[in-house]
């Protein structure tokens, strides 16, 4: 901090306000800075959020990907003001609001059941926000009616939350949290409730709305890598209270951080390797008794020592399947396979590895539990990532937990 700047400044986000004195960038619609959250006390304490660092720009969308229990419902619930941090701000174009109350943040909410009032109408369930902050009758009525036609419920105004399906509840609740015109929505597992053809529909409803307001910043939780694929323009990686990773889905996806994103997003066979080689994007190593070339992306320092072990992450739809016999296959036992429909998901234990390899293949696989096949690798075979810290480690090197993952 300068000498005699009078701003509270987050030490790992430039300060909002400091931004905006000095005329550049505009303020982030949204700062977490350092937000800590921790429920209950002593031993019983539980640290739902720690450290918590984030910025959402105006016009943005970011997902918050995580397990269940990772602490993303608490970081949404911070920002809204329904939690108070035990440490760290939280901000709002470039406002301080950590101390202000719900209503006064004015962000649009929405939760994963809805919460709509069971008594009142859909149009009264979406005017309540408007209502509550005093806004004139006449404009209440044009907002309810502007919201309501942007997810398309125009036609539901007069009924009863009862008598509607899921889907349209779910967008009644939209509609509530867009009424009053929010420049940072917050939606919290929306589609948690809906069935797998419906939540298809309104994710591609959902990025129209979005763009028809561009100006709103979106901070979308979800434990759905889809969701988060499909939506989000940045993607933010959570687990045990704490942000892995942030960046677009696309570096996330192709150049993993991570293990832990790796495995999380997109599903990985993630393999211990010797890396013999590295030069310039590319590395050679081996898997066994395979030497492959792989992509390392510049960050991956660890790697560039000659011989040094390594991490690769192997996308279970790359992986193919041969006779044992050709040349760079790593011999493999099929332990399992799951016709689901376009590909069937086979499960490989390789011997000399003494771990399971995932591959997705095309269509319905004419193999048997049992069979002995070679395990192949396209080229480039894949990606190093950093190797895992602590508890990781475990599970990657016996081939449990991350295996295979979540595609
Ligand atoms: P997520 O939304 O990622 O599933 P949450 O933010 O809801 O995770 O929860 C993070 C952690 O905080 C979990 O361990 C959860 O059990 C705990 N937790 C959440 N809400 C409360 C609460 N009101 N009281 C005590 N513990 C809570
Ligand atoms: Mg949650």
Known sequence: MSDGDPQPRPSLVDTPAAALSRGTAPAPAIVFDRVGVTYGRGRHATVALAEFTLRVAVGETVALLGPSGSGKSTALKALAGFVRPRSGRVWLAGRDVTDLSPAKRGIGVVVQSYALFPHMKVRDNVAFGLKAHRAPRTEIAARTAEALAMVDMAAYAGRLPRELSGGQQQR??????????????????????????????????????????????????????????????????????????????????????????????????????????????????????ATLRVEAPDRDHRAREANSPGLLCIRPHTVRIGAAAERNALRATVTSLVWRGASTRVRLA???????????????????????????????????????????TDAVASGSAKLGGRA
Do not use: K
């Not at 709305?209 to 434990?223: G, K, Q």
């Not at 030069?279 to 898997?287: I, N, P, Q």
């Not at 590895?353 to 049992?370: F, K, N, S």
């Open 350 to 392: 390789v011997d000399e590895l003494g771990v399971e390899v995932t591959a997705d293949l095309p269509g319905q696989v004419t193999r048997t539990v049992g069979d002995v096949v070679g395990v192949l690798f396209p080229d480039p075979a894949g990606v190093l990532v950093p190797p895992p810290i602590s508890a990781e």
């Open 172 to 289: 009644v609740a939209i509609a509530r949290a867009l009424a009053i015109r929010p420049e940072v929505l917050l939606l919290d597992e929306p589609m948690a409730a809906l069935d797998a053809q419906l939540r298809q529909s309104m994710l591609v409803q959902l990025r129209e709305l979005r763009n028809t307001l561009p100006d709103m910043a979106v901070l979308y939780v979800t434990h759905d890598q889809t969701e988060a694929l499909a939506l989000a323009d940045r993607i933010a990686v959570m687990r045990d209270a704490r942000l892995v990773d942030v960046d677009t889905a696309q570096n996330l996806w192709q150049h993993p951080p991570s293990a832990f994103t790796a495995g999380f997003l997109g599903g990985a066979n993630l393999l211990s390797c010797t890396v013999n080689r590295v030069s310039g994007g590319a590395a050679l190593v081996t898997v066994g008794a």
